[in-house]
């Protein structure tokens, strides 16, 4: 009997508190969006007169394929060969686009496994190590990659190395602190130990830390590896090249079917690289599980 | 035969002293229990021995080197002269056992190829002959992290050996086993402590295995040395008052 009513009153307690953040919290969210479209000085039919152009623009990089030519040559018109008449260049520059991410991931990886040590409060060996490699961690990520590429391709010309340079700055930095982040989270016994017998900071490292965080710091790295497949694709809008140069030069002369043609192998691509790295991750945290 | 002097030993933790002011003479060769409740210092007093806790105040010697003054190297090499267990074992749970073993080898003869994962052939066997040591040979390839309790603390006192320790460090290395495993760990170190002759201090809860096991005890109670005498000077009163345990 007592118990139900203590119980009763502390669900009570709960529902009220809850209730007040719920609706405090939707109408700070409406008075939220009311002054930002003040701002930014949006109109609600701007917005419903724009999505009519963008069907206007889908319809009309929508490939035009006649179910009698599907499977006919590249010569036809309505086939699918017609469509993909270029496919042998974007399969090229693809490949591009998916060795820049893949070649960046790796150099990225790498670079913030080596400064995350110096970036996690319990494993950086002095705290102004600590203070400035953080900083420039956060640099690193904050610029976005855009700007990277923009300026390396200024310097270094049109290309794909400025867009590597570009993901692998902005990879190090992120991974960097994600890294640093699994350290702090991490068991500190095991380092204990290793420094109650006598053992240096990189051995504390190599055998007290690494084995423990390993399998998270890969399905970090797997991780970013997707995001900069994307981000590669976007890099080349400012001819850091792959294929989204390829895109930006579609899109700008109006070839409106190789811009569906693209569109559809690059959702192929990031689909089949999320399938296969989320396979890789799934085995390694599973054969390390057990 | 030198013994390890003590002196004067304080530890501040902001407002708290934890260890006031200890004076010891611990002699080579025997087992020594560090007896009294949780929060009495215990484990303070054993982390400023290796220097895991920098104490604030007092000396810790040993053949003539004065160890609270130590730094770099020479604080590396005390430490791998002076090994540690733990009571929550401090394997690395996601390694095998040898390499767990391995591991006490690195502050003794450290060598750059190590950090790739490579250990000398000498080295293994040696690791190899202190398993066999506590029947854990055919354990050696499984993970640290599989094991139960106990046998992760024999583990662990196997990596100790790894070092070629002169003094073991014992903190309350059976609170987290059973009764059984905790026999079985008391008496491994019992047989290193007399087969090896290395000097064994050891933090214990228990005050039935340490008057079983240990040659001498020394009662902590908040940071200061309340009892020192071998465990059958230990009277039913004097353990009272060493655990708070009052008749009213």
């Known amino acids: 009997m007592m118990n139900e009513i203590i119980l009763n009153s502390h669900n009570k307690n709960l529902i009220k508190k809850k209730r007040f953040w719920n609706t405090s919290l939707i109408v700070l969210l409406l008075i939220g969006i009311v002054l930002s479209s003040k701002i930014i000085d949006t109109n609600i039919s701007d917005l419903f007169n724009g999505i009519t152009r963008l069907g206007d623009y889908i319809s009309k990089i929508l490939p035009s394929l006649e179910l009698n030519n599907l499977f006919l040559g590249s010569k036809d018109q309505g086939s699918i060969a017609y469509w993909y008449f270029n496919i042998s260049k974007y399969l090229k520059l693809l490949f591009e686009t998916f060795n820049m991410a893949l070649l960046a991931t790796m150099t990225g990886s790498i670079l913030a496994l080596f400064l995350s040590f110096l970036a996690a409060k319990n494993t950086s060996p002095n705290s102004l190590l600590f203070f400035s490699i953080r900083r420039m961690l956060e640099f690193f990520r904050g610029v976005p990659e855009i700007i990277f590429a923009i300026l390396f391709v200024w310097v270094l010309g049109i290309g794909p190395l400025a867009g590597i340079i570009a993901i692998t700055i902005h990879t190090t930095g992120s991974l960097g602190k994600l890294f640093s982040e699994v350290y702090e989270n991490s068991n500190n016994r095991p380092i204990e130990a290793l420094k109650a017998s006598g053992g240096n900071w990189l051995s504390e490292m190599k055998f007290g830390l690494l084995p423990q965080v390993l399998p998270n710091l890969i399905s970090y790295a797997l991780l970013r590896f997707e995001i900069n497949i994307r981000a590669s694709t976007i890099l080349g809008f400012v001819g850091a090249g792959g294929i989204g140069q390829e895109l930006y030069l579609v899109i700008n002369f109006n070839y409106y079917e190789e811009v569906s043609a693209i569109i559809l192998l690059i959702i192929l691509t990031v689909i089949s690289i999320d399938l296969l790295s989320g396979h890789i991750r799934k085995n390694i945290i599973g054969f390390d599980n057990d | ?248």
């Open chain 2, 1 to 248: 035969m030198k013994p390890l002097k003590i002196k004067n030993l304080k530890k501040k933790f902001k407002d708290t002293l934890a260890i006031n002011g200890v004076n010891l003479e611990i002699e080579e060769g025997k087992i020594t229990g560090i007896i009294g409740r949780s929060g009495s210092g215990k484990s303070t007093l054993l982390r400023m021995i290796n220097r895991l806790i920098e104490p604030s105040e007092g000396t810790i010697e040993f053949n003539d080197i004065i160890i609270t003054e130590i730094k770099g190297k020479a604080l590396r090499k005390w430490r791998s002269e002076c090994a540690m267990i733990f009571q929550q074992f401090n394997l690395v749970d996601r390694l095998d056992v040898l390499t767990n073993v391995l591991i006490g080898s690195l502050g003794r003869s450290y060598s750059f190829l190590n950090l790739f994962g490579y250990f000398s052939k000498e080295e293994k066997i040696n690791a190899l002959r202190n398993l066999n040591r506590f029947e854990l040979t055919e354990k050696s390839l499984q993970r640290a992290g599989t094991l139960s309790g106990g046998q992760q603390q024999r583990v662990a006192i196997a990596r100790a050996l790894m070092q070629k320790p002169k003094i073991l460090l014992a903190d309350e290395p059976i609170s987290s086993l059973d009764p059984k495993n905790s026999k079985r760990v008391m008496d491994d170190m019992l047989k290193i402590n007399r087969e090896d002759g290395i000097t064994i201090i050891c933090n214990l809860h228990s005050l039935e295995i340490a008057k079983k096991y240990c040659d001498r005890l020394i009662g902590l109670s908040e940071g200061k040395v309340v009892f020192d005498g071998k465990p059958k000077e230990l009277t039913t009163n004097i353990s009272k008052k060493l655990y708070d345990l009052d008749d009213e």
